[in-house]
């Protein structure tokens, strides 16, 4: 089971650290995904990072302002969001697999989404 959180309001330039939990198996042999969905729009992949080796990959959108990370022992992996712009404004959810795949309907496991808005 995933659980992802710490999505809020922030304005341009601002920054939010997104947390996604892992419960029921162990993080360090998962690969994790970010993806995101605005309103009208297909979900897109953010970033993933593959505990097991430590690979890790970013869309080219969010490369320089986005930084995801693990946390074997806490099984939670976050996703660090600096320098936001308006066009980050979606729902982002976590995903558990086995390879990082840029489309999402490969991943098998999901967790809800977290609202993250930015607006001045």
């Known amino acids: 089971q995933l659980q992802a959180s710490g999505g809020g309001l922030v304005q341009p330039g601002g920054s939010l650290r997104l947390s996604c939990a892992v419960s029921?198996?162990?993080?360090?042999?998962?690969?994790i995904g970010w993806f995101r969905q605005a309103p009208g729009k297909e979900r897109d992949w953010v970033s993933c990072?593959?505990?097991?080796?430590?690979?890790?990959e970013y869309a080219d959108s969010v490369k320089g302002r986005f930084t995801i990370s693990g946390d074997n022992a806490k099984n939670t992996v976050f996703l660090q969001m600096n320098r936001l712009k308006t066009e980050d404004t979606a729902v982002y959810y976590c995903?558990?697999?086995?390879?990082?795949?840029?489309?999402?309907?490969?991943?098998?496991?999901w967790g809800h989404g977290t609202q993250v808005t930015v607006s001045s």
């Open positions: 995903a558990g697999g086995y390879g990082c795949y840029h489309g999402p309907r490969v991943w098998p496991d």
């Open positions: 029921g198996f162990t993080l360090k042999y998962y690969t």
């Open positions: 990072i593959n505990n097991r080796d430590g690979t890790i």
